[in-house]
């Protein structure tokens, strides 16, 4: 489809609008209409908006005048008539096609911050109508981002100007899920890397750790992620978790995580280096508890490796674990879905974090032409997540959406009361600054009391990261530079 702007700027609002509907689609920018192809034509001339779509044959047109006059809130003319644009295109798109998606014309990562910002420049009432009446979000999914707002609140309260988050990142899987897209490497074929890696990896600790003394920053949260951190053995996963507690003071932290996502990776020598750690939080993710879709998307364990972690965890101590699974895997029914959820919550870990399947280009279920479910099935899912985990004692606080979601939907975690992950919540509401090490990392600067965000990336590959090491140490002066700008 060929997406034509004219008069206006607002062709990545609309194409992403597009894509909700059509996630397939493939749209190309264009200055002029095609002859015999599919298009869809945006005009703004003064006040008045003219859509014009053509696909498979059919033309449709909408036309409208607006008041800017009745502009929401404080907005500017631009957004006004973008928004407009939007909500007229989600209108006639939804007309065509039967389908509304729960979350209106919103296609941004984080709809709770929008939530959140409303809230306290407006109140919760004209938060809620906004979200409703403007942006064409259902009452549903405005309860959630409300209820994730709320629960949210008191933790990026509780991030100072001081403070900071240490993510470690350690890229590599036993075997690569047909669904991801991450920068990680099967342990098959990039073992040999790991003892190099895991020695650079070590050395960038010590200078970040250095940085941050220097700028006189508090640690809050660690995050150990990847890939799968405990594909390292116990010996390098102990070298890890000392030169973190050797460098950095962790006496002010509130939580330390370490995800061990893989049930097939985990064993009793790793539990025990978490728990002589200061990690006080682990993720063991089963995705799914149905076999065959395990089968489906290459993870290379079973439901009953997972419940054996589980209980293996719950045996060394650990009081603080959370569960990941994702809504619309390949082949997953809405009762096999249903028998995850309940053996989830039968297992009472203090978080599941419910995840929707996106179809990222480079995953396999996109490059090799799976079949996936439908965003219909998926939206089923989600409303059985909220249903469900509600009624067995847990509460939204934090929400996130990515690109190529079915159906636009949300990744959504879940806590019971006191347990909620508060390194998600700095780190997707940009509470404070993320000091990032390891292959494929993201240093994400905020600037004490503004708004401002800047960023420093790491090498993506676990050989380039090992070298262009020194390159990578020589980008953290840019960390010292950053904060000259933005004082403490």
Partial sequence: MYLINRNNSYHYEMENLIRVFMPDIKIIRSEEITEGEDYCLF?????????????????????????????????????????????????????????????????????????????????EERAVDYFINELKVSQDKTSLALMVSKNETPIIEGSSPDSFSLYVSVPFCPTRCSYCSFISHSNES?????PEYVEKLCEEIRHTAVIAREQKLKLRSVYIGGGTPTVLSAGQLKAVTDEIAECFDLSGISEYT???????????????????????????????????????????????????????????????????????????????????????????????????????????IVTEGKRTNSALLTKEMLSLV????????????????????????????????????????YMMEECHTILSVGAGAVIKLKAPHGNEIERIYNYKYPYEYIGNFEEIISRKKYIGEFYEKFPL
């Fill in 43 to 123: 005009s703004l001339e003064g006040s008045r908006i003219d859509i014009k779509l053509a696909l498979e044959g059919k033309t449709y047109e909408v036309s409208e005048s607006f008041s800017t006059e009745n502009k929401a809130f404080s907005e500017s003319d631009d957004s006004f008539f973008e928004r407009k644009m939007a909500v007229m295109l989600f209108e006639l798109l939804g007309d065509i096609t039967g389908y509304a998606p729960p979350w209106g014309i919103l296609t941004g990562v984080r709809p709770a911050k929008l939530m959140t910002k409303l809230r306290e420049k407006h109140g």
């Fill in 258 to 364: 370490i995800e061990a996502g893989r049930p097939d990776s985990i064993t009793e020598e790793k539990f025990l280096v978490m728990k002589n750690s200061a990690c006080t939080r682990i993720s063991i993710n089963p995705q799914t508890f149905s076999d065959s879709v395990l089968k489906e998307i290459g993870r290379n364990h079973t439901s009953e490796e997972t419940l054996s972690a589980f209980s293996m965890a719950r045996e060394k101590g650990f009081g603080n674990i959370n569960m990941d699974l994702i809504a619309g895997l390949p082949t997953d029914t809405l009762e096999s879905f249903n028998d995850t959820l309940q053996k989830a919550t039968e297992l009472s870990p203090e978080n599941i974090t419910v995840h929707t399947l996106a179809l990222k280009r480079s995953s396999t």
């Fill in 190 to 194: 990039a073992k040999k890397l790991i």
């Fill in 386 to 425: 909220q249903s469900k985990l509600t009624q067995a004692g847990y509460e939204p606080y934090y929400m996130y959406r990515q690109s190529k979601s079915l159906g636009n939907l949300e990744n959504v975690g879940w806590a019971k009361k006191g347990f909620e992950g508060i390194y998600n919540v």
